[in-house]
């Protein structure tokens, strides 16, 4: 069964630095997104990316925060300065087209900021 | 603002027996709801969905239940087996433009017993 898959599964970092998340969504699918999970807590939305571009973002998604789809199968997310407050897991997930709402979730990145 | 609900945060049911995970909306203008189960260490797996012009829906094993009236939505999970074990999320949406803000309630833990 294709699947969503996410890597590194786990990401330390300092405070401040730069890191990038990666995941490669299912091959014919055309709307991606990510999520994340504080512990403990609920799953919420970050951002949403159809045709090359963001199509909706969350008031958690500010100026730290940019997405990409550098090349046909990977789609990136990058937060450019951690903060302690960044530490979560990062839950990348991906739909057929605009308007399935059906999503197929990779099994994360957890992040930790020190 | 309004949110996505559960009644009990920990289920705990005997192997075999039926289990029930309930769930609580506000939003009345939601007309899409999902179920997921999270196993540990994983993303969250699409386990049923329902549409707000159904009151029932059945899979294997699974059936949600959809109660307007009182804004209520529940799983039912028959013959509970250890691989049931899990978080269930409940997750609601306004239809029409894909999985934007896909919002999720916080989680029931469902335990197996033996």
């Known amino acids: 069964e294709p699947e969503v898959t996410q890597t590194p599964s786990h990401q330390v970092t300092q405070m401040g630095q730069e890191v990038i998340l990666r995941c490669v969504p299912i091959?014919?699918?055309?709307?991606f997104y990510w999520y994340r999970q504080i512990l403990g807590q609920k799953v919420e939305f970050l951002v949403s990316?159809?045709?090359?571009?963001?199509?909706?973002k969350s008031e958690i998604f500010d100026d730290q925060f940019s997405v990409e789809r550098p090349d046909g199968s990977n789609f990136t997310l990058k937060i450019r300065s951690t903060k302690l407050e960044d530490s979560a897991m990062y839950f990348c997930?991906?739909?057929?087209?605009?308007?399935?709402?059906?999503?197929?979730f990779g099994s994360g990145t957890q992040l930790s900021v020190l | 603002g309004e949110s996505v609900g559960l009644h009990l945060p920990t289920l705990s049911v005997q192997e075999g027996d039926n289990s029930i995970i309930n769930c609580a909306y506000s939003?009345?203008?939601?007309?899409?709801f999902i179920w997921y189960k999270q196993e540990s260490g994983k993303g969250p797996q699409f386990i049923i969905d329902?549409?707000?012009?159904?009151d029932k829906r059945q899979g294997q094993r699974v059936t949600v239940l959809l109660n307007k009236t009182v804004k209520h939505l529940s799983l039912q999970i028959a013959a509970t087996q250890p691989g049931d074990s899990a978080v269930y999320f409940c997750?609601?949406?306004?239809?029409?433009?894909?999985?934007?803000?896909?919002?999720f309630g916080k989680g029931t833990h469902l335990i197996i017993q033996p």
């Open positions: 997930a991906s739909s057929e087209d605009r308007g399935n709402e059906k999503l197929f």
């Open positions: 091959s014919n699918h055309l709307y």
């Open positions: 990316f159809y045709n090359n571009e963001i199509s909706e």
């Open positions: 939003n009345s203008a939601s007309d899409y």
């Open positions: 329902i549409r707000s012009n159904m």
């Open positions: 997750a609601e949406l306004i239809s029409g433009g894909g999985a934007d803000g896909l919002t």
